[in-house]
T-cell receptor, first 112, second 115 residues
Framework: QKEVEQNSGPLSVPEGAIASLNCTYS??????FFWYRQYSGKSPELIMS????GDKEDGRFTAQLNKASQYVSLLIRDSQPSDSATYLC????????????FGGGTRLMVKP | GAVVSQHPSRVICKSGTSVKIECRSL??????MFWYRQFPKKSLMLMAT?????????EQGVEKDKFLINHASLTLSTLTVTSAHPEDSSFYIC???????????FGSGTRLTVV
């Protein structure tokens, strides 16, 4: 079992819809969770971080964390074609220093 | 916010030559930097962890004599691909995080093409 798992997609949603991206992780010691967006040919950029159970909202993005289920998700409201990218989930253990473990990424396609 | 500068952004080199890639943290000190490689339509693959003032830690399967990492200061890490071959052609990305932790900040990446 991979440490951080994501459906590779592609996930296709129409413009204006809600895109739901999911991530599961195997290490119960994980304490920090991050979502990165990566456009083709570019390096990843951090869009959300979440550290405690529940929801965290930032503009059109909402991260959801459920440590009991070892599940973290990212919701994108009012999806735009410019949101089309690969979304990477990453987790970190406190005792792992600054090392993040990345999932394989989910490719999102928002169709006009 | 934290900025990581990576150069060059794109390089084409001949097979058998060496290429150096630089990664600088511009507004913070990074005791640790990470080097990733990414093949087309694949996920990030951690190559090595670069620690200031000490030897890098390489992931399994990554040749330390081929991918030389130097982290001479708290703001600079370099990756040298020695005796490059076409199969080394890839997108190389560095990342760092401020001492207080948090998510990585990635460099802009280096597209290496070996011909």
């Amino acid at each position: 079992q991979k440490e951080v798992e994501q459906n590779s997609g592609p996930l296709s949603v129409p413009e204006g819809a809600i895109a739901s991206l999911n991530c599961t992780y195997s290490d119960r010691g994980s304490q920090s969770f991050f979502w990165y967006r990566q456009y083709s040919g570019k390096s990843p950029e951090l869009i959300m971080s979440i550290y405690s159970n529940g929801d965290k909202e930032d503009g059109r993005f909402t991260a959801q964390l459920n440590k009991a289920s070892q599940y973290v998700s990212l919701l994108i409201r009012d999806s735009q074609p410019s949101d089309s990218a690969t979304y990477l989930c990453a987790v970190n253990r406190l005792d792992a220093g600054n090392m993040l473990t990345f999932g394989g990424g989910t490719r999102l396609m928002v169709k006009p | 916010g934290a900025v990581v500068s990576q150069h060059p952004s794109r390089v084409i080199c001949k097979s058998g030559t060496s290429v150096k890639i630089e990664c600088r943290s511009l507004d913070f000190q990074a005791t640790t930097m990470f080097w990733y490689r990414q093949f087309p339509k694949k996920s990030l693959m951690l190559m090595a962890t670069s620690n200031e003032g000490s030897k890098a830690t390489y992931e399994q399967g990554v040749e330390k004599d081929k991918f030389l990492i130097n982290h001479a200061s708290l703001t600079l890490s370099t990756l040298t691909v020695t005796s490059a071959h076409p199969e080394d052609s890839s997108f190389y990305i560095c990342s760092a995080t401020p001492r207080g932790g948090g998510g990585y900040t990635f460099g802009s990446g280096t597209r290496l093409t070996v011909v």
